[in-house]
């Protein structure tokens, strides 16, 4: 069904899409919509056949449109690219939160133009760009799908395209997960962006406590090594997740502090053992979803 895929933006994840698509759609034609620097590093790595920094050359004839892109830039497009794509055409994003993209989406792609479908693949690494694309990033990953609004309900057929896609996500090993837009940014607030922020802070507290001699960075192991790898992740990659998902986030970050000030009054006590174990479960029930 998709035989010429467009992807706008072909950075860590929009690359990521376009290799996993060539292994596990060969016959499909991917084309690149990006600065004409990033298109031809994609090129070079095999993930598009094409690149076009016009946008209408890139939708033209696309059976697959995907938005790989910050937050707020695919909102300000979306007018532009449903006046543009084709009818027959699927349009998913990739963003990171979905209430803010899917309600503007709902005033785009109106009745007799392209099919929008929100998504978000729970998948990432802290360096961002073509260069760290990967074709098996979104391999044991959950892929979360937003259920359209004449779509997706238990026992209810899906539609054509859309189906084509969720079976394509698990094509590539990722697992596809069906929700609506507040249930999905009220759990990423939680899963993915308060991790983000926790690593932010930790990584300030450490900064801070550094002494002119190198203390106590000098000292750390893999340990903080591995609990900072989030903290490699850049600003501009979250600004626009922040902003459109604030007020879930600000909830998750009340629930951090209190759960923080728990523990300082738990220092010496007992009690500090049962968090330890409680935490412990979680891990494992995290590993075992791998």
Not at 7 to 19: E, K
Not at 137 to 149: C, D, Q, S, T
Not at 182 to 204: K, N, T, Y
Request: charged residues 25%; contains cysteine; glycine residues 8%.
């Amino acid at each position: 069904m998709f035989r010429r895929v467009a992807v706008l933006g072909t950075g860590l994840i929009g690359g990521s899409f376009a290799l996993a698509l060539r292994k596990h759609a060969p016959d499909a034609s991917i084309v690149g919509w990006d600065k004409a620097h990033v298109l031809r590093h994609a090129r070079e790595r095999g993930a598009i056949d094409d690149g076009f920094e016009d946008l209408g050359a890139a939708l033209a004839g696309a059976d697959l449109i995907y938005l790989a892109l910050p937050v707020g830039v695919a909102i300000e497009m979306l007018p532009l690219i449903a006046h543009e794509a084709p009818a027959h055409a699927l349009v998913t994003d990739a963003s990171s939160t979905k209430r803010a993209v899917c309600a503007a989406a709902r005033d785009c792609f109106l009745r007799g133009r392209a099919l929008f479908l929100g998504g978000h693949p729970m998948a990432g690494r802290e360096n961002a760009g073509i260069a760290a694309a990967d074709g098996e990033l979104f391999r044991g990953a959950r892929y979360a799908l937003i259920r359209p609004v004449m779509g997706k309900a238990d026992g209810e057929k899906l539609e054509p395209r859309v189906a084509e896609f969720a079976a394509l996500v698990e094509s590539f090993g990722a697992q596809p997960v069906w929700l609506d837009a507040e249930a999905h940014d009220r759990a990423a607030a939680i899963v993915s962006h308060l991790p983000q922020l926790l690593a932010v802070a930790l990584a300030g507290v450490v900064r801070d406590q550094t002494d002119e001699t190198g203390l106590p960075v000098t000292l750390a192991g893999r340990g903080l090594r591995d609990a900072l790898r989030l903290a490699g992740s850049p600003y501009s990659i979250w600004r626009d997740i922040v902003l459109t998902n604030t007020d879930n986030i600000d909830r998750a970050l009340e629930k951090m502090i209190l759960a923080l000030e728990q523990l300082r009054t738990e220092l010496r006590s007992r009690a500090l053992e049962d968090e330890f174990s409680a935490a412990g479960e979680l891990y494992k029930i995290l590993r075992d979803l791998q």
